[in-house]
């Protein structure tokens, strides 16, 4: 009988939780919407040429042949209508400012979203846009870039590591 009350009082606490339109719930929407994109453009800020083979090896598996890459000085306006993907080093666009969130800024020493600073070398940034047409992994050094290959990311809209460890992560408010 114990079990049987246990049972039933875990089944109304995960109704009640999984009714709600619980933000947790959507994890991974935004690597979807970025996945589903006709045509994906990995767009290179300054960033040393081992790690972009690494992750033109990456992209190969994970978008197929659904992927090219670019500097950010050969976009142009149709590029700007599919889906892109910058990496680099956080200062090492021209016009990033134009496809950034709102809450998120370059600043001198790296970046900012909300009120929050990074400007440790061992900062880095996984996010997506709101639509879901932007990926931004930008980071305060190489190494900041590369820490990423071994930690978990991409299921929520944004994570910021420091030191190799996650430490904000969530979704931006629309």
Same mark, same amino acid.
């Given at each position: 009988m114990?079990?049987?009350?246990?049972?039933?009082?875990?089944?109304?606490?995960?109704?009640?939780?999984?009714a709600?339109?619980?933000?947790?719930?959507?994890?991974?929407?935004?690597?979807?919407?970025?996945?589903e994109?006709?045509?994906?453009?990995?767009?290179?800020?300054?960033v040393?040429?081992?790690?972009?083979n690494?992750?033109?090896?990456i992209?190969e598996?994970r978008f197929?042949?659904?992927?090219?890459?670019?500097?950010?000085?050969?976009?142009?306006?149709?590029?700007?209508?599919?889906?892109?993907?910058?990496?680099g080093?956080?200062?090492?666009?021209?016009?990033?400012?134009? %496809?950034?969130?709102?809450?998120?800024?370059?600043i001198?020493?790296?970046?900012?979203?909300g009120?929050?600073? %990074?400007?440790?070398?061992?900062?880095?940034?996984?996010?997506?846009?709101?639509?879901?047409?932007?990926?931004?992994?930008?980071?305060?050094?190489?190494?900041?870039l590369?820490?990423? %290959?071994?930690?978990?990311?991409?299921?929520?809209?944004?994570?910021?590591?420091h030191?190799?460890?996650?430490?904000?992560?969530?979704?931006?408010?629309?």
């Amino acid at each position: 009988m114990k079990y049987l009350k246990s049972l039933i009082l875990c089944i109304f606490v995960s109704t009640i939780l999984y009714a709600q339109d619980y933000p947790r719930l959507n994890l991974w929407t935004h690597n979807e919407k970025f996945s589903e994109g006709d045509s994906i453009i990995m767009v290179k800020g300054y960033v040393s040429p081992e790690l972009i083979n690494e992750y033109n090896e990456i992209c190969e598996v994970r978008f197929k042949e659904n992927y090219k890459t670019k500097n950010e000085s050969e976009l142009n306006e149709n590029s700007e209508k599919q889906h892109l993907f910058f990496i680099g080093l956080s200062n090492g666009f021209k016009h990033i400012d134009k %496809f950034l969130p709102s809450a998120f800024k370059i600043i001198n020493d790296g970046f900012a979203i909300g009120p929050y600073k %990074f400007t440790d070398s061992l900062d880095v940034i996984w996010m997506y846009s709101n639509d879901g047409k932007r990926l931004f992994h930008l980071g305060n050094s190489m190494e900041a870039l590369r820490s990423t %290959f071994a930690i978990n990311i991409g299921m929520e809209q944004y994570t910021i590591v420091h030191n190799h460890k996650p430490t904000h992560f969530g979704n931006l408010k629309r």
